[in-house]
């Protein structure tokens, strides 16, 4: 798979060894994070990497910040992504078995290198159910984008 990999400044001691277990893994990556502690805005590197999800220069995103909260909030008010929270192995290939995740947040603060592996491990391993039940609730989280964005553009 083609993975697309960023980072803020927080999650750039977790970045290079994300980067090579990927590598190691077989993914292509697709680097969307600064190589430096220079603070940067974590929306901004949010967007980039998962931008290249919905456009199909990447399968899968993969973020790193201090804590994973704030790309996993940014990610999922980006329409077309659905982000899990990375830092269990189970919750990692369950956001994508269940809820057709296409992108992963990970603290850098939280969870060390080998956790961080068998996390990855499990999310790029893991493939949606793609069962009845599983495919009617990731529409119903399609349809909760449209309809805040039309209500967005209702006020505005």
Same mark, same amino acid.
């Given at each position: 798979?083609?993975?697309?990999? /960023?980072?803020?400044?927080?999650?750039?001691?977790?970045?290079?060894?994300?980067?090579?277990?990927?590598?190691?893994?077989?993914?292509?990556? #697709?680097?969307?994070?600064?190589?430096?502690? @220079?603070? #940067?805005?974590?929306?901004?590197?949010?967007?980039?990497?998962?931008?290249?999800?919905?456009?199909?220069?990447?399968?899968?995103?993969?973020?790193?910040?201090? @804590?994973?909260? *704030?790309?996993?909030?940014?990610?999922?008010?980006?329409? /077309?992504?659905?982000?899990?929270?990375?830092?269990?192995?189970?919750?990692?290939?369950?956001?994508?078995?269940?809820?057709?995740?296409?992108?992963? +947040?990970? *603290?850098?603060?939280?969870? /060390?290198?080998?956790?961080?592996?068998?996390?990855?491990?499990?999310?790029? /391993? +893991? @493939?949606?159910?793609?069962?009845?039940? @599983?495919?009617?609730? #990731?529409?119903?989280?399609?349809?909760?984008?449209?309809?805040?964005?039309?209500?967005?553009?209702?006020?505005?």
């Amino acid at each position: 798979m083609r993975i697309a990999l /960023g980072n803020d400044h927080a999650g750039l001691t977790l970045k290079e060894h994300v980067r090579q277990v990927l590598r190691r893994l077989g993914h292509q990556v #697709v680097d969307f994070g600064p190589d430096t502690d @220079t603070p #940067v805005d974590f929306p901004d590197i949010t967007f980039a990497t998962c931008d290249a999800v919905r456009s199909g220069e990447a399968d899968r995103a993969v973020l790193v910040c201090g @804590t994973g909260a *704030g790309a996993l909030m940014a990610a999922n008010k980006i329409a /077309g992504i659905r982000c899990g929270l990375g830092h269990d192995v189970y919750s990692a290939h369950q956001a994508v078995e269940h809820d057709d995740a296409n992108a992963l +947040a990970m *603290g850098a603060w939280l969870i /060390g290198p080998a956790m961080a592996t068998e996390v990855l491990e499990s999310f790029l /391993g +893991a @493939t949606f159910d793609n069962d009845a039940d @599983t495919v009617r609730r #990731v529409a119903k989280l399609r349809d909760l984008e449209l309809r805040s964005a039309r209500e967005l553009a209702e006020h505005i």
